[in-house]
């Protein structure tokens, strides 16, 4: 089923639907449905503007941010008086049989020559082969009690988009057991051995030398340096740089800094993060190049550079080869 979706001051259309007594939020329309063999298109929409009533002059007062908005003036345009501001969006699809040929008289957003009666529980616009559709419409606009900072509420509680946090804190909590009994494993093993051969003198020592078993066989394996250390650096840099912005950005959100009112806020946080955090990842990523090195410095400046420019590199690397497809 395709969806038509609407825009206004930011604010996407919603539809409210009624399904076992109950009021289901959807975001956009229908353009159809289909009635056994019968297809029916949409044809008439009913909007419904809210718009709340503000005192003040200051937009970004109201708002509470630096956001732009625009203000329904209830004066002459020009003047310094108050208005009202988009607080809600709500349309109605409807079809309608219209009278395509009488319409072609009248221009484009001429007012309908008669009252539109509908119904929303009936589809009465067929769709044939050949024949024209009529598309109207209809605006409404309600003065309401909700205020912009709240306007977004009604989305925010529709129901697809509910957390599971039961699913969540019982794959936490499955996760944390099954760790935890690995560990107690890991450390029960480990320390045994560890009393085992602390216990034995340097004869001992040396006639088990060829019976040693547990970890010890692999100690070798396991504290040595990887072939490509420099790559593992600037990954583990760049993944660290990568969860702090995830992290920061989700709680500068959570927090109402990023206001979702304001398009392309939260794509900027993110960005700005990212570049903040890339002191991080230099870090992370050279700090662990010690490590491995056993405290060598050499090469820490290209390791560096490395991590600053592996993750964008190859973004800009994919990104030019679509462009290139796109465009080609």
């Not at 009278?99 to 119904?119: G, Q, R, T, V, W």
């Not at 509910?162 to 909590?173: G, Q, R």
């Not at 099954?178 to 009393?195: E, H, K, N, Q, S």
């Not at 010890?216 to 993944?239: I, Q, W």
Request: hydrophobic share 45%; charged share 20%.
């Amino acid at each position: 089923m395709y969806q038509v979706n609407l825009i206004l001051d930011n604010l996407p259309a919603i539809r409210y639907t009624k399904k076992e007594g109950f009021f289901l939020r959807w975001t956009g329309y229908p353009i159809g449905i289909k009635v056994e063999k019968s297809y029916y298109v949409f044809n008439h929409l009913k909007f419904t503007v809210l718009v709340h009533k503000y005192e003040e002059t200051n937009v970004a007062g109201v708002m509470g941010t630096g956001d732009a908005a625009e203000v329904i003036p209830t004066g002459h345009p020009g003047l310094d008086v108050p208005g009202y501001m988009v607080v809600g969006f709500e349309v109605i699809p409807y079809s309608c049989q219209h009278n395509a040929e009488s319409l072609k008289k009248l221009n484009m957003y001429d007012k309908y020559p008669s009252a539109i009666k509908c119904d929303p529980g009936m589809v009465s616009m067929v769709i044939n082969e050949g024949e024209s559709i009529a598309f109207t419409y209809e605006v409404t606009f309600v003065e309401s009690d909700i205020k912009w900072p709240s306007r977004w509420d009604a989305y925010l509680k529709m129901e697809g988009a509910k957390v599971h946090w039961f699913s969540i804190l019982n794959s936490l909590m499955v996760i944390t057991f099954l760790a935890g009994i690995v560990l107690v494993i890991f450390l029960r093993t480990v320390r045994r051995d560890l009393t085992r051969y602390e216990e034995l003198d340097k004869e001992a020592q040396a006639q088990m030398n060829e019976e040693l078993s547990g970890w010890k066989l692999v100690v070798g394996d396991v504290f040595r340096a990887p072939t490509n250390s420099s790559l593992l650096c600037v990954m583990v840099g760049n993944g660290v740089q990568i969860l702090g912005m995830a992290v920061v950005t989700i709680l500068f959100a959570a927090l109402g800094f990023m206001s979702p009112a304001s398009r392309g806020t939260l794509l900027t946080g993110m960005l700005f993060f990212y570049l903040v955090l890339g002191i991080a990842a230099g870090y992370v990523a050279v700090r662990l190049w010690r490590t491995i090195g056993c405290g060598d410095k050499k090469g820490w400046v290209s390791v560096s550079w490395r991590a600053a420019c592996f993750f964008p590199g190859i973004a800009f690397f994919i990104l030019t080869v679509f462009e290139f497809l796109i465009v080609g």
